[in-house]
């Protein structure tokens, strides 16, 4: 007898049962690779991640599905069009809706309300997830609280893991749960660099409803989500909800209107396993949980594209017939190869899945790697941890160093090293990429640069973010973190140090990494709007709240966070101040444009936050070093920056052994600082020293 | 209600690649009857038309899952009736017109032959100097009645297959004395039921291994003790210690090779190696149509690898990318190891199972995924 | 009368040599249709004697006559299945027969190759005795599949046949070592199953083969090693062998013990050898040793014939098919 795997569960006929697919990703995690396909066609394992969402939908007895495409709809489209999924014989009715004019999860939602295509609750999906869980159980579960709870308008699929499991990737949210009915309290997944980033506020009427509260850090969510029909209405009301998670689940929970309650369902139970292939990170960790048959039954043997016929061998290998593979090669383990493959002498695979029809040629290293279709990997190369699109080539004595992305048909090499992290595409490519609406600036200049730079025979050129996504610290810190080969293994090793606050370490240590990518230019867009906004105020008297409701609009419409918008509106606010009247027209300044800054600044790191920027306007212009004090006096007054904050903020600062401007600015400070000891020690005596280093 | 053929097909396709459907005897019976639905849905003419037609759909069906070995024998067995139904339908029909085989002269010596086609592959030399030549090759002619008599047949079948726990148990008299120790491993439900109906009459102990990681001695052991039988768990670790004091062993099996080698549960490889060692009998029930006249050409390809799930938790995160978990669920035995086969049909030793397979299936079907 | 003329014998040798693919029995069988061609039979009677008789002499001619005489068998066989029909009649079909049994003989190994290849496993040893046609068909059709594997060869003294082997795998690209008979037991261990042709295939499903093959077949049960045979169906033979000598190739002179005083010239040491004496040492060894053995079927794992895989207590079943 085989395992007992999810049966079959005939859930009541009476309504039908329906999924919303969201076949969009709507990010560039994979980029290049999804500049030619849509990420839910990105073959995993060698077959098409939708195969693993059609099957898990199909095991479920789902009837209808509604799959919302944005960007590449007509091959989805097409793709389904010659799937055993538009036969007769499929399990559920595929109807598939274009909205190109879509750029979120919102949008979709906002669709599927205005066309209220559904009346039943639904499961909310996306193209890209594979699991092998038992839907119907979570669905049981969730009308099962349906009907005690009408409130109860979403059910979290989540698996339990360890917070640096790899599979759960860098997901930061901090789940707050009722022990006994699993009812989410509070979802809580901050944007990095801003207000209570490093903080879960819990509220007291928390402990008033519910007696016993956990704190789960562990739980990978699988983006599976069951909802009511109340929910594409509340993305309606709510019309800047873009994400589902940090708008419109921390919105909801957050509002003291509604009382609308979330769950979490843990398949832990099930021994099932779920997870959805967000970025490169996680097509690398679902890859080989996938071969390492986490996912039983949907591994690479059960074949289920129609035509596949894999073998399991021994070390998880997976192989189809008429591969031929060199006498010296060796498949050392967890290799998936497809048919018309080859493999040369004294070439080495392991963890890695290789296409249909790859030449790999002799003394080849293969590790970690994914080479989708077609690729061609001459002799005496090695490709590491890396994804390499459809038809690419990399000619002889070419490395591919760890964590690139090479688009579809890209050809490499001889001889070349290409770095760690590198995402290559096509000249042709960045060319039409730069010639599509979305992405309409100042692409070209970029990808005309360099041209023999890749070898002899090479077309590739970066490939370049669009400018419209990636620019916030938190999208630049999730493509770091998500990319294929971050190095989380290191990330981990270091939090083993340090045990018990494992989740903590994990924080401070990415923090690291945000500092890398988080400065420079790329806040272009975003800043001059922001600017605008700004200019328009001072020049245009707006009140405090309408700048404040533009501004936040900007925020969300572009990603960003408060520190993105203090950045801009400090140096802006303090360019108001004469410095020949210095003290009046600060004294204006402040009390017209004080209250904005008291709304951009919430937390502790907010403050101290706000005390550097001040500190890099006053350090750029010598005329400046007169304007620091009283401007901080200022902030403090206006209750903006509180004492704790400052002192801490200065002595961390002057810890540091400082030199020129900056020591010149924290000089100036001292009688500021000097006053407010004293008036400390008056009051009392430990209020500093908490987290000082 | 007359579905499309296709659809059937395509359904069971899917339920055995989601193993919605497990258990062999469940999917025995289900392939059985898909067959039988294709032979009364579809239109065809003549025997051979339909023997190609049932390979072709049956090459689906085992492309599903071609691990497991049952849906493969269904189909050869539902096969080997048509082809059964049909020569003696055809002899009949040749008495009546008086003429005698082919060509007359040449063959004398085929009426000397066994009717029934023999175990033996495709080209085979002896038709050359001892002929019979093409006869068996020839399913074209049209014969009365052929599709209700298949139908029945194949019924017959079906019938035999759902009386098959009863028939291999009421065995258990023959095998099962007072006060034996009887050990087993894992759950079989037609062990389960063996032990039962000899509990009816006689009193002895089963010895259950529990079987990790998927614990299904547990189940046996309830299931067990439910009818009154004294039954003991105990760990895999200790089948050995446990093995001196066993009277036999008798095991369940999800398929038997031609050469009477076992695709078990993991752990019954242990047992029977320990069985051997105390000179223990091993005993294997089973029904037969678990019997397949495949080879276990690599036995590596045999076992089926399920989840790490149950052995190494998930959640130990950054272990399980360090370290390789392999969880095998079942795997081959060696024939050597087992001296008698019960099955529906009586007790077999291993040598003799050959001769079940020419009794129950055709050679030229032996491979259906190749032709 | 003109077939005394006609030399079975001889016509029989010139088959094996013009072609070095015919294997013996298909020899004998085509040898046996040259006579009758020749023959001049009038009673159905005579022609039957006749034939018996040429058979018989073709048996007793040949040293090593066991898978000659599991031609012969089955050529007789047909014969006397036909005993009622009349001369000509039964003449022109046996030669048509023979004919084709002769033509399809060599197809026999390719089928056999068919059936075999599943077991020769990816990355796997295997350890090879002697030389063997049929053998040789089923690793050179596994390694054109993209089969990848490694073979021990034993050299199979005297004849060395062993080394036809390794060059012919060699030039097949197949790794391929050639190891002495007596270091089988060494080897054993690397090795994942052992594969050996068949002179015959006896009733009780053992095997008769080349010298030395038995003793692999104990070092491969003791290391519980998959031993497989490999035979085409017309070296099935009538043979019930209880022992070594109970073989028809038995003769008194293998390995009879010298009496004390014939040993006139001592038998080559260590030290003094040349090649020459030892080549003629070799010789004499060859002479007074036997050149096939029979192993037990209970050493057997399995068969691969053209009839399709059988293990050896399927091997009787099928002789009473093609015999009775």
Known sequence: MPPKKPKQQNIEAEEKLSVVMIADSFDQQMMPLTQTTPRCLLPLCNVPLIEYTFELLAIAGIEEIFIFCCIHAQKIKDYIAQSKWSKSHSPFEVRIIVTQEAMSVGDVLRELDGKSLIRNDFILIYGDVVSNMNLAKALEAHKARRAIDKNAIMTMVVKETSPNHRTRGHQEAVYVIDDSTQQCIHYHAPRRGTDSYRTVPLSVEFFEKHPQLQLRYDLMDCQIDICSVEVPALFTENFDYQDLRRDFVTGILGSEVLDSTFYIYPIADQHAYAARVQGGQLYDAVSRDVMARWTFPLVPESNLQEGDAYVHKRDHVYQEPGVKLARTSNLERNVVIGRGSSVGDHSIISNSVIGRDCQIGDHVTIQGAYLLDGTTVAAHCTVERSILGHQTTVHSHSQIGKGCIVGDGVVVGPGIRVPDHTRLTTKAAAAAAADSDWNDSDAEDNTVVDSSRWGAESNAVIWVPSDEDDDDAEAIYQSQVNALAADLGQIRMDDQDIDDSASEASLDSLEDMDDVGGSGDEYDHFGSEVADTIDRAFSEGHAIADTLLELKGLRFANNKNNHDIRIIILPKILDQVDLSHLMPSLAAAFQRWGELIASVVNSDQDQADTLSIVKDFCLVDRARVDLFLPCVKRLYDADIVEEDMLLQWHQAAVAEKLTGGELLLHQKLQPLINWLLEAEEEDDDDSEDEDSD | ?371 | MAHEEFSIYQSYQEFLQSDPDMSMPVAAVQSLVEFIRQSQASTMSEFVVMVRDAAQVLKSSARNSVSLAAGCDLFMQAVTRMADANVEECRQNLINRGTKFVEKAASCRESIAELGEPFIRDDSTILVHSYSRVVMTLLLRAAAHNRRFRVYVTEARPINSGYRTAAQLRQAGIPCTVVLDCAVGYIMEEVDFVLVGAEGVVENGGLINQIGSYQISIVAKAARKPFYAVAESYKFVRLFPLNQFDLPTHTAQILSFDSPQSVASPSPSLSDTNSMELDGAALDLAKTNPEVDYTPPSFITLLFTDLGVLTPSGVSDELIKLYY
Request: with cysteine; hydrophobic share 40%; aromatic share 8%.
């Open chain 2, 1 to 371: 209600m007359v579905k499309d053929v296709n659809f059937l097909v395509e359904d069971l396709v899917a339920k055995l690649k989601r193993r919605q459907i497990t258990g062999s005897y469940t999917i025995a019976l289900e392939t059985a009857k898909l067959l039988r639905q294709i032979i009364s849905v579809t239109r065809w003419s003549t025997a051979g038309a339909l023997i190609d037609r049932i390979k072709q759909e049956g090459c689906r069906l085992v492309a599903a899952q071609p691990k497991d070995v049952v849906v493969a024998n269904i189909v050869r067995r539902v096969l080997h009736i048509i082809r059964e139904v049909y020569t003696e339908n055809r002899d009949a029909v040749d008495e009546d017109d008086g003429t005698i085989l082919a060509a007359a002269p040449v063959a004398p010596q085929a009426l000397l032959q066994p009717q029934q086609p023999s175990f033996s592959i495709h080209s085979s030399m002896f038709p050359l100097l001892g002929d019979h030549a093409d006869l068996p090759a020839d399913y074209t002619r049209p014969v009365h009645n052929l599709k209700s008599e298949i139908i029945q047949e194949i019924q017959e079948y079906i019938e035999e297959l759902e009386n098959m726990y009863s028939n291999v148990s009421s065995q258990a008299m023959d095998h099962i004395h007072s006060n034996e120790v009887i050990m087993t491993c894992g759950y079989s439900k037609t062990v389960e039921s063996f032990l039962k109906f000899a509990a009816k009459k006689r009193k002895f102990k089963v010895i259950v291994a529990e079987c990790a990681p998927t614990f299904q001695g547990h189940q046996t052991a309830l299931a067990l003790t439910a009818a009154g039988i004294d039954t003991t768990v105990i760990p895999d670790a200790s089948v050995f210690a446990m093995m001196a004091r066993v009277n036999k062993v008798i095991l369940g099996t999800s398929a038997i090779l031609a050469n009477g080698g076992l695709i078990a549960l993991s752990g019954t490889q242990t047992m029977v190696e320990a069985a051997k060692h105390h000179s223990i009998p091993v005993i294997v029930c089973a029904g037969l149509f678990k019997l397949s006249p495949v080879f276990p050409f690599d036995e590596e390809s045999l076992s089926t690898e399920v989840s790490p799930d149950s052995v190494l938790d998930f959640t130990k995160g950054h272990f399980i990318s360090e370290v390789e978990v392999i969880n095998p669920f079942s795997s081959y035995v060696d024939p050597s190891f087992i001296d008698l086969f019960i099955t529906n049909l009586g007790g077999h030793p291993p040598s003799y199972l050959y001769r079940l397979l020419n009794e129950n299936y055709d050679a030229e079907d032996t491979y259906l995924l190749k032709s």
